[in-house]
């Protein structure tokens, strides 16, 4: 009877042992859950509610509501997508470093459908890298560097040489003109004339129609840039590569076909008539109404050029780029006027990161406007302060809190030659004085100025 009862106990215990072991391990296995938030309304979400803040005078407002009711990172319905929104820093970076397996660029379907499947933007894998690998190198060779400089100097001052001083100046406008000749020359070699005019005519009509598919200003485009490589080839690719256009071409890939380096040359227009000018121009925007950073930024843009000067020396691109609080002043701009506000991925698998499940076939809008401006990662962070960024702890922390250019594999592979043509920018700029008219910033559907910046100028007499 003792014997039945020990046994009883002990097939009890061993039973519960077993349970427990059994229970913890489904526990251990239950996916994380996903993040709080709404997917709104059926089929539109909230994209009405996102494109209303943005075109807002409060574009934040869309994130810092869910953001103070579902925290960082938060689920919505965006661009007709279920959609993780991630303003957290460590979950953006974690996003933009991982690779293709996990995800994969997404954009609207209007916008993937305009840019084709051959885009860099798109492309994946061991072609993106190639393209991108190829891109990059070049763009970082003292020899564009060099070419860059000539041009963006030259441009600069036949632009200023017709800035007159009793009519207004329009940043915007001038620097579009100026970044888009200089991208335009690196990219496949052409110089002013009326191919550029052209070329320039069909690039606005495709830029202010992006939202409204303007097919047929880029197969104009295309075609342009297919007659281009196709004189190329004729006549034979320089040894040198002098643009992108002959790096790809000297490529042995097959992969690399004139249809994928045509549409790659459009889509590589988009900084110099976008990106970069709004750079220059929102630059200009805040050292307007912070008179101290102008101060610093001339005495230290007067004294390089006083020295040159004497030396006898024209500036090099290596003289640009050694203009420290130049480029504190360009980090800063970048930081809050976030020209490229965030980018999408497709999630390839299902992802879990920081006790958050992002599920497979969902997106994620890994959103840098929020971050950049998180009052726990900068001090006063609707502040303009390029002083800030000569604080070396504040440098070596922004890795994944300061993403203005994108990262992992598709950082922009242009982020050096950007900063260069815009401290050219400054650079002469700084032998003026300006006053600006009161101006505001547009969010939607890209950055810009409102009344495209502008302002009254009187050029030093002594410099």
Request: aromatic fraction near 8%; proline fraction near 5%; charged fraction near 25%.
């Amino acid at each position: 009877m003792e014997n039945d009862q020990l046994w009883v106990v002990l097939v009890t215990v061993i039973s519960l042992f077993l349970f427990l072991i059994i229970l913890c391990k489904k526990r251990s296995t239950r996916r994380s859950p996903l993040p709080s938030g709404s997917l709104g309304w059926p089929l539109l979400g909230e994209t009405l509610r996102f494109i209303s803040s943005a075109c807002s005078d409060e574009p934040e407002s869309f994130m810092e509501k869910r953001r103070r009711m579902c925290g960082k990172v938060f689920k919505s319905h965006l661009f007709g997508r279920p959609t993780i929104v991630s303003t957290d820093a460590e979950v953006s970076r974690f996003v933009l470093q991982s690779d293709g397996k996990a995800f994969v660029p997404f954009y609207p379907k209007s916008l993937t459908e305009l840019m084709g499947k051959s885009s860099i933007l798109l492309i994946n894998g061991s072609l993106h890298r190639r393209v991108h690998g190829l891109m990059g190198a070049f763009f970082k060779s003292p020899h564009l560097k060099a070419q860059i400089t000539r041009d963006m100097e030259k441009y600069v001052k036949e632009s200023m040489q017709n800035w007159r001083e009793d009519q207004p100046i329009y940043v915007q406008d001038e620097a579009k003109n100026i970044a888009f000749q200089v991208l335009v020359k690196a990219l496949i070699g052409m110089d002013p004339g009326e191919e550029l005019e052209f070329l320039k005519k069909q690039f606005q009509e495709f830029i202010a129609g992006l939202i409204s598919l303007p097919i047929k200003a880029k197969k104009k485009m295309v075609e342009l840039v297919h007659r281009i490589i196709q004189a190329k080839r004729k006549n034979g690719i320089s040894e040198v590569p002098q643009d992108v256009a002959d790096v790809l071409l000297k490529d042995a890939s097959e992969q690399l076909t004139d249809d994928l380096i045509a549409d790659n040359m459009i889509d590589l227009m988009i900084p110099g008539e976008d990106s970069v000018p709004v750079l220059i121009t929102l630059t200009i925007k805040y050292l307007s109404d912070c008179p101290a950073a102008v101060l610093k930024l001339t005495e230290e843009n007067l004294k390089l050029k006083r020295l040159k000067d004497q030396l006898g020396e024209p500036l090099s691109w290596s003289d640009y780029l050694s203009l420290s609080f130049t480029h504190n002043v360009i980090t800063e701009t970048l930081r809050m006027g976030n020209v490229i506000v965030g980018v999408m991925r497709k999630a390839m698998k299902d992802v879990e990161i920081k006790g958050y499940l992002i599920p497979k076939g969902w997106c994620v809008l890994a959103y840098f406007r929020s971050v950049h401006l998180d009052e726990n990662l900068y001090d006063q962070p609707r502040q303009f302060n390029p002083w800030r960024w000569q604080e070396k702890e504040l440098m070596s922390s922004t890795n994944g809190s300061f993403t203005p250019f994108g990262g992992g594999q598709r950082l922009c592979p242009g982020l050096d030659l950007a900063r260069l043509e815009v401290s050219i920018f400054l650079h002469f700029v700084t032998q003026l004085r300006w006053v600006a008219e009161p101006d505001s910033i547009v969010n939607f559907p890209t950055v810009r100025m409102k009344r495209r910046m502008p302002v009254w100028i009187q050029r030093r007499k002594e410099l």
